[in-house]
């Protein structure tokens, strides 16, 4: 089995480093770890850090910290942005997208209300935890930023600066975008279950790229993951 790969705060001038609650949990009641064992411990500023597991405190109220050991990867430094904008649907599918997105290297995770939204309620301090964990296993160095919930007018009247589509069905050849570089930061919108009504259509439209993701209707999750992956694997637009 590979070292627990472990997302912490910490600064690598420090020798130790005091492990979130959640993951002194994990490390006591899951993996059931014990003094010495490997870890490696992350963060987009200080890069990637070997580790021992240390112990402290008593038999009932244990203590984990991880001694730093030796740097394997250097701190990150991104160039660009990618957003991916989309209404909340059920939460299992909320997970399914944010946990993917952040396999895909999504920077920015934006959910917006839209006149068919079914669930309005979102909590960026949760789903935060859900990308965590996903950033823990596919090896990346940051962690997505989730951001509070919006409308969308309100989102489209104060874009984030980055280049932005909207993913559409039943676009005519001449309203698609063709994307052929994604040198630049950029974001996808993408809509509700049942999708975009038409006065939505029209002011997003007016402000942003249409994009075609195919001929057929996806799901709204589908769409999200599939404008995600489409626009961080084209070469430069």
Known sequence: ???????????????EVELLEEQQHY??????????????VFNEREGEYSAALAIC????????KAILEKQIRSPQCR???????????KPHLVH???EKATELDVTHIQPLVMERTQQRSFSPKKWQCVARDASQQCERLDIPHIQP???????????????????MERLSALQQTTVRSSKGSWGVIVGPEGGFTEQERQMLVQRVHPLS???NVLRSETAALCAAYHLSRVDSF
Request: proline fraction near 8%; hydrophobic fraction near 45%.
């Open 1 to 15: 089995m590979r070292n627990p790969r472990l997302y912490v705060p910490f600064r690598s001038n420090a020798e």
């Open 27 to 40: 490390i006591k009641n899951v993996l059931r770890l014990g003094e010495g064992a490997g870890l490696r």
């Open 57 to 64: 405190g008593t038999a009932r109220a244990k203590c984990f």
């Open 79 to 89: 160039t660009k942005s990618s957003w991916l904008a989309f209404s909340p649907i």
């Open 96 to 98: 399914w997208i944010i």
């Open 149 to 167: 919930l919006r409308f969308l007018p309100d989102f489209l009247r104060d874009l984030p600066s980055v280049t932005w589509f909207v993913a």
């Open 213 to 215: 993701l195919g001929p």
